[in-house]
């Protein structure tokens, strides 16, 4: 993994249509990041050391991304996939795996030139590779706050842990 961190601040001014248009976020329980030591079965006291190590169980990601990935889109989209789908200029989505995030994107009908790609220059960046994607749109001159086009988040983590917002900025 990478580490990287990202904010965005949103203002909701009066009668503006711009901002947080749909947000969601939920969990479920698969093991997808596995750590054994801890707790009453394993105390530290009587951990090993690969106990102790925190692993990634990759198929099991790369099965479990598309589906949680698709649970943020769609409830995003709330039933409206087909008309929000063309209006949404830039989907920003977790950088988990570069094989898997275009499957997703293809599988999900995502045209492939509205999904920025960042995984291949600094790993998977967890959650924060949406908005680093963001913030190198900005960059680039793809985005632009106050344009008031239609851009969608969503991200999947450890635990499971996944969601996502439509944003109009």
Do not use: C
């Not at 079965?41 to 479990?64: E, F, M």
Request: aromatic content about 8%.
């Amino acid at each position: 993994f990478g580490d990287g961190a990202g904010a965005l601040i949103l203002r909701g001014d009066e009668g503006s249509k711009l901002g947080l248009q749909a947000s969601t976020s939920a969990t479920d329980h698969p093991e997808l990041v596995i750590h054994r030591a801890g707790g009453a079965l394993i105390p530290p006291s009587r951990a090993t050391q690969a106990d102790n190590a925190w692993y990634v169980d990759g198929p099991t990601v790369a099965k479990a991304y598309p589906e949680y990935m698709r649970r943020s889109v769609d409830t995003l989209l709330n039933g409206h996939k087909r008309e929000l789908m063309e209006e949404i200029s830039r989907y920003y989505l977790h950088q988990a795996n570069k094989f898997v995030l275009l499957k997703f994107v293809a599988e999900a009908n995502i045209p492939a030139e509205k999904v920025p790609l960042n995984v291949h220059r600094y790993g998977n960046t967890s959650a924060a590779s949406t908005l680093i994607l963001f913030a190198e749109d900005l960059a680039a001159g793809n985005a632009r706050i106050g344009s008031g086009e239609l851009v969608l988040f969503a991200a999947v983590g450890a635990g499971v842990h996944y969601g996502g917002q439509l944003v109009r900025v």
